[in-house]
Nanobody
């Protein structure tokens, strides 16, 4: 059993920044690759970034210049730093564990999501 709990979402103005956190508990956390996805109303879940336990990363090409994934294994926490936010970034943001892929189907564990709303 792996449990993931996102936090750090909220309401921000366009151009602002947020840092999302994902606290993990359960077996073998430090060995899991972790990912971030988001889902806006009426759209499919979209890949944002992923990171292995050793620090390798992949990003969605369209977001690489604004979003950064990191992890602190001592705290069992993964982060997503989001800068220069735009209204179109409004979505529910999810963390996931168990994959190193842009495909949501590669991941076996998911958090409950945290809402990010960017006002114009």
């Amino acid at each position: 059993q792996v449990r993931l709990v996102e936090s750090g979402g909220g309401l921000v103005q366009a151009g602002g920044s947020l840092r999302l956190s994902c606290a993990a508990s359960g077996r073998a956390y430090s060995s899991y690759a972790m990912g971030w996805f988001r889902q806006a109303p009426g759209k499919e879940r979209a890949f944002l970034a992923t990171m292995t336990s050793g620090g390798s990363t992949k990003y969605a090409d369209s977001l690489k210049d604004r979003f950064t994934i990191s992890r602190d294994n001592a705290k069992n926490t993964v982060y997503l730093q989001m800068n220069s936010l735009k209204p179109e970034d409004t979505a529910v943001y999810y963390c996931a564990a168990g994959g190193y892929s842009s495909s949501q189907y590669a991941y076996g564990y998911w958090g409950q999501g945290t809402q990010v709303t960017v006002s114009s």
